[in-house]
């Protein structure tokens, strides 16, 4: 436990030192495995380590793997170099944000700075999931995070990496349809053109089959997220599962609504976090109120149905249905959505409780409209929407 | 290292580039580590010139390989030349020479290399430059990733083929879909930022021959102003050089002289129409007015 001295000498403890700085990394969620391990030591023994700029420069590059790791990489950099003792850092806590019940309008006031960040990897690990890597499969402790409630996430690191694990899961949801489709569409119809043209090489003998496949179409996805005050305890993430989408899906959308229906679409696009979090606080002002679905249904049919939904559209409507409109307009708003789109999909968060029906007049009136009602309050349920994609 | 990294400045200067530390360094670590190098960035920083520059300091050839969806193995690796094996077939059946062997036919005389292959199997170690490649499904990048990795492609005819050389390799991307870890892992990786004004100017300085440092200033102060506004597509430094080269052959000697030019070659800079309608010519005037 030496403190880092502020002048590097090449030697054994340089090599103690960038080992910390590895595993420092690497729980700040930066993707350091065991190659860039080794790499930053041969980095170091090829430069000119007392120049702390330069070994700055080529971790930087070795470490950083997105956009938002660059930003802040340097951060990180004079965290570990410039505290007096390397080790404890680790420890570190996230500092326990607010409560979640007031998350978002704490974020409306302070310009959504909890929103886009990039979870801290002490978040990550107090949740259990270390890699925060839904893909790796093999992560346990993920599963178990993922069949938790979002209700009953007890603090905000584990809310975080709910929210990181949320986006990635769009990711993850658009490759298995992807991996589904071409399984399914093995050999639909015999492409006579090709088949002759590979007939070639054998002398005109088809030794081998060429199938024609239908062009690999993923479904446009149309999210609709209610963002009142009833549902200020999924609004992040849920708009973090529609960045997800977003990224994922191309031609797919995404509106907010509470009284009145914002168009988020195109700012949650935006790929420098920093940017995205400035956009997020301007448009994100008076969420966390009352709902109207029907009137913001209405402002969506009339402003942006007709250029946004089509045969291959699916719209998503994310909502608890507690609401003060009147279930009639709704019906029809619904009706008029259902007409332009492939499928109309209901995720209700409360619905995976037990005991709870869904009996409120606006959900009573919308339910016949429906194709598909399903629970979304916990991750498990959200990647089950794959299923109601696929076949489309 | 350091000699390295000065004469390896001093190389990309000349070549015309105006790079900063931190890409520089990066430049060197791919060569030291070998490593492909994946750059993102906004369109128009200069990503794509970034692979023109290396080919041209370490003098080796560059292969591009450009990325768009659905692009497949067959045009990014090999393609066998279907044409010439059946003209060889049947020329060999007219001539009674008794046709030829499998191993005849699939053999490298019949294999049309894409720049993949050829990347690897030159003699001397090639530069390549794999555009876009958020633009590729993620099959493609999967096998990109082997390659990558091993630097051997398997042919199924023709068994695998090592890499007699291999190439110093650039990624770049947009950020149209979100690269998957395993290939960002695997590359060391560089953010390429709309330049500051310092560094602007010295790249229109290199890159405009003839032009007054009065009017270059003045150009990359405007483009600067216009990047703050909310504009959906930010012009890149590509525009900044096409404006440049605009105005010079407009005669203007200051932005001040003739500030309808200003708007009139606006197409340079904003191209979409959303842009061009966000920014009427009031507002021109005034970041003109603002510049010079």
């Known amino acids: 436990m030496n403190p880092a001295p502020t002048e590097l000498q090449p030697g054994p403890q340089l090599v103690a030192q960038l080992t910390g700085f590895s595993r420092f990394a690497r729980a700040r969620n930066f993707n350091v ?77 302070h310009g959504s700075d909890a929103l886009f960040d990039v979870p801290d990897a002490d978040a990550l690990d107090s949740a259990g999931a270390s890699d925060g890597n839904l ?32 986006e990635r899961l769009a990711k993850r949801i658009r490759q298995r349809l992807l991996r589904r489709q071409r399984i399914a569409r093995r050999g639909e119809r015999i492409d006579m053109r090709s088949t002759a043209r590979a007939s070639l090489r054998y002398g005109g003998l088809p030794m081998s089959l060429s199938f024609r496949k239908r062009r690999k179409q993923t479904p446009k996805l149309v999210l609709l997220l209610d963002v009142s005050r009833s549902m200020s305890v999924y609004s992040y993430l849920f708009l973090r599962f529609a960045r997800g989408i977003l990224g994922a899906f191309k031609g797919s959308d995404a509106f907010a609504f509470h009284t009145r229906l914002v168009h988020i679409g195109e700012t949650m696009r935006e790929p420098s976090r920093r940017k995205l979090r400035e956009k997020m606080a301007m448009i994100s002002a008076g969420w966390d109120g009352g709902t109207r679905i029907d009137k913001s249904l209405e402002a969506f049919n009339r402003h942006y149905a007709r250029n946004i939904l089509g045969s291959r559209s699916i719209v998503i409507i994310v909502s608890d249905g507690y609401d003060t409109g009147e279930p009639a307009e709704l019906s029809k708003q619904l009706q008029r959505i259902k007409r332009r789109s492939r499928r109309l999909i209901w995720l209700n968060p409360l619905l995976g409780r037990e005991n709870y029906t869904p009996s409120t007049k606006c959900i009573m009136a919308a339910l016949p409209l429906i194709d598909i009602f399903a629970p979304a309050h916990n991750l498990e349920s959200l990647g089950a929407l794959e299923q109601h994609l696929a076949g489309i | 290292m350091q000699a390295a990294l000065d004469s390896l400045r001093q190389r990309v200067a000349d070549a015309g580039y105006i790079a900063d530390q931190a890409l520089l360094t990066s430049l060197w670590l791919m060569h030291e580590l070998d490593r492909p190098l994946l750059l993102e960035g906004d369109a128009g920083v200069g990503k794509t010139e970034v692979g023109k520059i290396l080919a041209e300091i370490y003098e080796r ?47 490298e005389t019949y294999l049309l290399k894409r720049p993949l292959l050829q990347s690897i199997s030159e003699a001397q170690p090639a530069v390549l430059l794999i555009d876009e490649v958020d633009r590729a499904d993620e099959e493609f990048e999967a096998y990109l990733l082997e390659v990558l990795s091993d630097f051997q492609i398997s042919i199924p005819e023709l068994g695998t083929i090592k890499a007699s050389s291999i190439p110093l390799v650039i990624l770049t991307s947009n950020g149209t879909r979100e690269l998957s870890d395993a290939l960002r892992r695997r590359c060391l990786y560089h953010y390429i930022d709309y330049p500051d004004y310092d560094k602007e100017l010295r790249i229109v300085l290199a890159r405009a021959p003839g032009i007054s440092a009065n009017l270059a200033a003045q150009i990359v102060a405007f483009v600067q102003k216009l990047r703050e506004q909310d504009l959906r597509k ?59």
């Not at chain 1, 070795?62 to 420890?91: I, N, V």
């Not at chain 1, 809310?159 to 949320?166: D, G, V």
């Not at chain 2, 591009?64 to 094996?85: F, I, K, S």
């Open chain 1, 33 to 109: 495995g065991i190659q860039e391990s080794v790499d930053s030591q041969r980095l170091a023994a090829s430069i000119d380590v007392t120049d702390r700029r330069q070994l700055q420069l080529g971790l930087k590059a070795l470490m950083c793997s997105t956009p938002g790791d660059w930003e802040r990489f340097d951060a990180m950099f004079d965290a570990y170099w410039k505290r007096d003792q390397p080790r404890h850092s680790t420890q570190a806590s996230i500092g326990g944000k607010a409560p979640r019940q007031s998350a978002l309008a704490q974020s409306s006031q």
């Open chain 1, 135 to 166: 893909s790796d499969g093999g992560a346990s402790a993920a599963e178990s995070i993922s069949s938790r409630d979002f209700d009953q996430l007890s603090n905000a690191a584990e809310l975080r990496s709910m929210e990181e694990l949320a």
């Open chain 2, 61 to 107: 050839p560059l292969i591009r390989l450009q990325c768009y969806e659905g692009l497949d193995v067959n045009t990014a690796v090999y393609e066998w030349n279907y044409q010439r094996q059946l003209l060889a077939i049947r020329r060999q059946e007219i001539l009674h020479e008794g046709g030829l062997s499998e191993e005849q036919l699939f053999s």
């Open chain 2, 234 to 292: 930010l012009p890149g430094v590509a525009e900044t050089l096409d404006w440049a080269a605009a105005l010079l052959k407009l005669d203007l000697k200051s932005l001040g002289d003739n500030p309808d030019a200003v708007v009139a070659t606006l197409g340079c800079l904003l191209k979409t129409r959303e842009d061009i309608d966000a920014m009427p010519a009031e507002v021109i005037h005034r970041l003109v007015a603002k510049a010079s």
